[in-house]
């Protein structure tokens, strides 16, 4: 399936593996796989593979999905927010350092990685950023700071998850 090239954005091949795209964002490159072999064709980019092997068909969708993401990225760019839920659980900003408050006996700070910018509304943290693969990283090792427990429901969560709760234990009688 060839990827769509909107306008205002190019894409530049390298050697036929190292990928840049530029956009209104920014700009993304990356090396992919030298199996593949990837080509412009009239505002389309093209991915073919050499032959039906299982690994080069897995390569194949990989570096379509890769391709996509980047070109998604500097035009739209990617979000992830995160919820804090519990007592005392909260998040502030300073700079470009992320302070939250989870219960520990210190104050747990993160400073935002290059490309990703994080926002605190209330018990809301929105990561930004253009490339999927860091917003999401970045979100995951937030969430991992205090992941939600199925007791209370406390900890960072993602607006889109479902925690399974669970009852606690009863006493005797």
């Known amino acids: 399936m060839p990827v769509p090239v909107p306008a205002g954005v190019t894409v530049e ?4 593996t190292v990928v840049t795209v530029k956009g209104p964002k920014g700009t993304l490159t990356r ?3 030298d199996a593949m072999t990837i080509e412009m064709e009239n505002g389309h980019v093209v991915v073919k593979r050499p032959n039906d092997l ?3 068909k897995a390569l194949h969708g990989l570096t379509r999905a890769l391709i996509h993401n980047m070109v998604v990225g500097v035009t739209e760019g990617f979000q992830k927010t995160l919820e804090i839920n519990g007592v005392g659980y909260r998040a502030q900003k300073q700079g470009k350092k992320l302070v939250l408050s989870l219960g520990y006996s210190h104050p747990v700070e993160m400073i935002d990685p290059e490309g990703v910018e994080s926002t605190v509304e209330g018990n809301k ?8 693969e860091k917003v ?6 937030i ?5 939600p427990e199925p007791y209370k429901g406390k ?15 009863t006493g005797k009688k």
């Not at 943290?125 to 999927?132: E, T």
């Open 155 to 169: 900890g960072i969560k993602y607006s889109d998850e479902i925690i399974r709760r669970k009852v606690g234990k």
């Open 125 to 132: 943290i929105v990561i930004k950023g253009i490339s999927k």
């Open 143 to 147: 969430r991992e700071k205090r992941a």
């Open 136 to 141: 999401g990283q970045y979100a995951a090792n």
């Open 13 to 16: 091949i390298k050697e036929g």
């Open 54 to 56: 299982k690994r080069n």
């Open 31 to 33: 090396e992919l796989s």
